[in-house]
């Protein structure tokens, strides 16, 4: 399963499909951190939920990469468990490097500043804790919902891209405050808001977002694994 995972991540490096998300993701960064400087977790929160339908799109370009002739035989050789696996961990190990990116880039722009004197606000060392944190949501969140949207669930181009932007459009809508059904969507808004309070937020509160993103990222590759079971 690790070879056929470095075997993804060196198709999608030499395929040149990596050039697009990657001038998209530098494009956001500077839009984020050239605008002056703000705390740690406001700009980390922002950056999060930014990054969130790049690195479904990204997830699903991995997924996207391997012709399906070959995604067959691999599912022949290593079983279909491991060779769906395998394709999840080289989209998440992508989504991970694209994440400690956004996490340093605030560096040259001097973008991310402590807590005024006497301020309430997460310290320095705290917005960095909770900015990795929304990171980490954002990757989970962003890989569920491309591996939904690739060749191997949808079959056609179309499906996929509906998919990645109703996904994405729901996850801004469904997040805002006194939606209906907020929990559709993963909680990358409401993550956003937390770390963007006076305050740090709570132990319950880190819970429940945590365990709401588990939550929905478990139904969603439940439905992956069903539909690609069904469809290969």
Do not use: N
């Amino acid at each position: 399963m690790i070879a056929l995972t470095r075997m993804r991540l060196a198709g999608f490096a030499r395929g040149g499909r990596a050039t697009a998300p990657l001038i998209t993701v530098l494009a956001v960064l500077f839009v984020l951190y050239g605008g002056g400087p703000s705390s740690a977790s406001v700009a980390y929160g922002y950056s999060a939920v930014c990054l969130f339908p790049i690195l479904a799109w990204l997830t699903k370009l991995v997924l996207d990469t391997e012709p399906d002739a070959q995604r067959r035989l691999a599912r022949l050789a290593v079983g279909p468990v491991r060779e769906a696996t395998a394709g999840l961990l080289a989209a998440a190990a992508l989504a991970l490097g694209v994440c400690v990116l956004a996490m340093l880039a605030p560096l040259p722009f001097r973008a991310i500043t402590g807590p005024d004197p006497g301020s309430s606000e997460p310290s320095l060392a705290m917005g960095v804790l909770l900015g990795v944190l929304a990171h980490v949501l954002s990757v989970a969140a962003a890989v569920s919902l491309g591996a939904l949207a690739a060749r191997a669930v949808t079959r056609r181009i179309l499906p996929g891209v509906g998919i990645l932007v109703s996904g994405s459009i729901l996850t801004v809508v469904m997040g805002l405050s006194g939606s209906i059904a907020p929990w559709v969507a993963p909680p990358l808004m409401a993550t956003s808001r937390a770390l963007s309070g006076r305050t740090a937020p709570s132990a319950v509160d880190l819970t429940v977002l945590v365990a709401w993103t588990a939550l929905w990222c478990t139904a969603v590759l439940a439905l992956y694994a069903r539909l690609r079971r069904d469809r290969s």
